[in-house]
């Protein structure tokens, strides 16, 4: 029997009058990929957020690999690493000099044989002591996606992961997930580029106005709202789950 790694009860999340989530829960087991996907404003950016213990729920239980975010922040925090959609580096700190510092953060023992690997399979070897001012918008995310693989998390959450990149660099960041997933991780991949998504998620979460409109699994979305062939892409899911027309399908993991 799998143990559930991200578990998320009845999450709330407003800010002063206005409710970004609304009563969400899901959750992701080893070796899942949960697509999170919905219009702007959804909630998607909250709710990665929130599980991350960046911002703090308004009320809910969230869980990382068995330890609440809130009352047990450290220890789910070392299980974790988010990748925000426009990650913040250390402008005067090199590539190698963001390794180094997360592995003193996670007390990474054997971080240098891992780091050289990671530098070496997104091509950043040779820019190993660039300093993060001077990089690219895709050697940044890069240099992020190699940050949160360093201490080998069990959960890993993506916001816009392919921002920045290059058709080789996606196609490396999406191999490097399902490595990680067949290792047993648990990944969240939040992005408006539905073929992504839908390419590499065995279950979706889609939101609307912070509410869930369906969860499952990939092609249980297929079924779950009238309307929506067998054979639909992600995209005619989407639009309509999201546009009015959809009942929201509320019957759990398909």
């Not at 991350?52 to 974790?80: F, N, Q, W």
Request: aromatic share 6%.
């Amino acid at each position: 029997m799998r143990t559930t790694v991200i578990h998320v009860q009845n999450f709330n999340k407003t800010y002063r009058d206005t409710v970004a989530v609304n009563d969400l829960s899901f959750e992701v087991n080893p070796g899942e990929i949960l697509g999170l996907v919905g219009p702007n404003g959804a909630g998607k950016t909250s709710t990665l957020r929130s599980v991350a213990g960046i911002i703090p729920p308004t009320s809910g239980t969230l869980t990382v690999a068995g330890h609440d975010i809130v009352s047990d922040a450290i220890a789910a925090k070392r299980k974790l690493a988010y990748v925000p959609d426009d990650p913040k580096l250390f402008d005067t700190l090199t590539i190698w000099e963001h390794l180094e510092f997360v592995a003193m953060a996670y007390r990474v023992a054997d971080w240098r044989e891992r780091g050289e690997a990671l530098l070496h399979r997104f091509d950043l070897t040779a820019k190993r002591r660039t300093v993060a001012q001077e990089l690219s918008r895709g050697m940044r995310q890069k240099v992020a996606i190699c940050c949160a693989y360093l201490h080998d998390p069990q959960v890993i959450m993506f916001d816009e992961p392919h921002v920045g990149l290059d058709p080789r660099g996606i196609r490396t960041m999406k191999d490097s997930i399902l490595e990680r997933v067949q290792l047993g991780a648990s990944v969240v991949v939040s992005s408006h580029l539905l073929e992504l998504v839908e390419d590499m998620c065995t279950h979706l979460l889609i939101l609307h106005k912070g509410k869930r409109i369906y969860f499952g699994s990939m092609s249980g979305a297929r079924t779950a709202f009238t309307g929506v062939g067998g054979d639909a892409s992600l995209e005619e899911i989407f639009f309509h789950a999201t546009e009015g027309s959809a009942e929201t399908a509320e019957s759990g993991v398909s």
